[in-house]
């Protein structure tokens, strides 16, 4: 089990920028794969962007030229950096680790293909 400390999101207006930060407790190599999803009130969960422990990143088509995924090795982070941002952004953000399948809710942790999430933060764009 992996223990991930969230931090950044907020509130901002459309074509704004946030940033989204994760530590995990595990090194960044241990990991098969690490990112950010997202839930909004009545949808389900979302993969938005993950990094693997060889570097190989990966977007959501929604996101693509708008997020960026960067890992930072000696601080053994990894950021989701947003501009652009849109209302349909709108959502609670999670960091998960070791996602084989994603939950149809974020944070679900029934099986341990689900991996392990941080306790999640909100980002709220407004038009």
């Known amino acids: 089990n992996v223990q991930l400390v969230q931090s950044g999101g907020g509130s901002v207006q459309a074509g704004g920028s946030l940033r989204l930060s994760c530590a995990p407790s595990?090194?960044?190599?241990?990991?098969?794969?690490i990112g950010w999803y997202r839930q909004a009130p009545g949808y389900e969960c979302v993969k938005v962007s993950t990094i693997t422990s060889g570097g190989t990143t990966w977007y959501a088509d929604s996101v693509k030229g708008r997020f960026t995924i960067s890992r930072d090795i000696s601080e053994n982070t990894v950021t989701l950096q947003m501009t652009d941002l849109k209302p349909e952004d709108t959502a609670r953000y999670y960091c998960a680790a070791d996602v084989q399948a994603t939950p149809d809710m974020c944070g679900n942790i029934a099986y341990s293909l689900f991996g392990s999430w941080g306790p999640g933060t909100q980002v709220t764009v407004s038009p």
């Open positions: 595990k090194s960044l190599f241990d990991l098969d794969n």
